[in-house]
């Protein structure tokens, strides 16, 4: 490895790229057109009424009934009791497939009374946005209408009177996400799939075709640093292109997510592992046309099933089982660790099995490519 | 001094097909080599496994005394290659590549020195996919300079391009030869073989049919020297009886064969005296493409098999 050709050809890669405006606006404008594109379909969604499944611990007391009719009131959810441990109700929910559930704590309405803070729970599916949104939205609502209503008469408008109750979120165990808060690594793992290997498929099959490997192979320079230099490369353009869909998701779309450096180990394994599998699809196949076919039919599966649009959680068991063997999930499983779930223990290991793997298909793809016949 | 390319008993099959039978050649240093053949007869083959990009099936093979094959590297440091076609990233600019090149070869070139080289300054900063054939084939050239080579590989490098391309190459070619560098020249222009080149040698059906500087190869497989006289028929009956030379009739003028220089005097002399209306007076003599047309076409009616080396 030589760092002064390597930085030769980093430099005709950007040149080219550089130049070639319809890729530039493939690799860093089209993810945020999909972004407000996939935001503005699953937000839209569902305007019928959602049932709400609600744990009252607080059986006798007045405010829990009054605040569970207001609820009912709003027509946006509905009531359903269930007769479940409060801490109980998550897993219920999921194992049920129910969306949206609440519990109102023992000695809610004591604590209204006794102006005291108390928070209702409101647990949510990410998956489903639209239900989510809508029962979040109604519980917030209907709580507003409760703080006001408690400061105006039950407290009697006094400067020692506060609003009492809260919300808490929650989703096993965690805060409430909406879809575009796992859009956002989603389609950054998009982005880092789709941009090297529709490039290195085409540029393998086609360079040795038009005999611009043969050049090069008379050159010093050697497999191994083209292919590195095509790897800085898009390390390069995933941290900018990560950059605007991270900074347009949370500025123009209001996604919530954690922005913490953990994310930038997979923009630079990610890469490193799709460039590294273009360069392995376009050197198996003889003919640019036969290459562009392996290349799809490689990156097809990963586009859909990996997590990037759909959360893979949301699959039926065996297509769960299928996305786990793909590895654009490992890259988006760890960034949806380390940006929403901040589980620093999974991303690792999601971290390590990229990486392994972007090593081994480097080194393969160094292997089979060749630029010359035997 | 050893020579810059030696090739023994070089055989490259594919399949069953033999695309190079077993071929020996070898090329001095600092001369211009030229290597001929029609479509298809090993050509490229033969030069892409010199510049070690392809395997000979069997055989010896040195360039600059290294086996192209085993140590391509350090031959492709030593080497410079146009290929036929010469294609590059369509985005960079001529002068951009030339840095390209310096730098994955670490020297020190002038990239402005080598397109003007190659008369190529005006297109300095031009795309190439902005350029022409011919002067996507001169950056070609000045690329394959860019590691100041000792052996220049031109393959057919002025395929294709106008007369004044063409001889901006040739210009070229003619000093890296003053300069000492071996260049070896694969052409179907024998014109430009006859031209440049200080030794040639013809390859048919993957076998060297004739090998030679261009004067020693029109000398060996050409026709004798001929006058050409406007004159009517019966003039070449007349010479033919009175002299015993060969000469005949094509309606317009007649032909005369020369066995030497001497005979040229004699036959003027006598059309003078046969008192016979004639007119213009002109010598012919076979130009290597003359000679490569009777050569392959003689080899392809079979008539040269019986010549071939063993």
Known sequence: MNLRRIGADFTIVFRSYARNPVALFFSLIFPIILIGLFGLIFSAAGSTSTTIYVVNDDHGSEPSHAFLAALNETKVVSVQLVQVNASDLASWLGKNDKPVGLVIPDGFGAAYDSNASVNVTIYTDPLDAADSGAALGAVQEVVNEFNLGHIQSTCGGGAGCKPVVGVSTALVGSPVYRYIDYLIPGLVGFSILTSPMFSLVDVSSSYRKEGIFREL???????????????????????VSAGIMIGAGVFLFGAHVTLTLGVLPFLVVGPFFFVSLGMLCGSVARTPESAALIGNIVTFPMMFLSGTFFSVSSFPPTLQAFAHILPLYYVIDGMNQVMLFSNTGRALTDLAVVAIGAIVVFVLAVRLFRWRDE | MPAAVEVEGLVKRYGTLAAVDGIRFEVAPGTVFAFLGPNGAGKTTTVEILEGLRRATDGRVRVLGLDPWTDGGEVHRRIGVIPQDFRFFEKITAKEAIEYYRALFGTRVDPWELLARVELTDKANARFDTLSGGQKQKLGLALSLTNQPEICFLDEPTTGLDPHARRAIWSVIRSLRREGRTVFLTTHYLEEAQLLADHVAIIHHGRI???????????????????????????????????????????????????????????????????????????????????????????DDGALHQETPP
Do not use: C, N
């Open chain 2, 209 to 299: 049919i004739a090998s030679g500087t261009p004067e020693a190869i029109i000398r060996e497989h050409g026709r004798a020297p001929r006058l050409r006289v406007q004159a009517p028929a019966a003039l070449a009956e007349r010479l033919h009886q009175e002299l015993g030379v060969e000469a005949r009739s094509d309606g317009r003028s007649i032909v005369v064969d020369l066995a030497d220089k001497h005979d040229a005097l004699r036959v003027l002399s006598a059309i003078d005296h046969s008192g016979l209306p004639w007119d213009s007076v002109a010598t012919e003599e076979d130009t290597l493409e003359d000679v490569f047309v009777r050569l392959v076409g003689r080899m």
């Open chain 1, 217 to 239: 192979s008379l050159t010093p320079l050697t497999r191994s640093e083209w292919l590195t230099s095509r790897v800085l490369w898009y390390v390069g353009l995933t941290f």
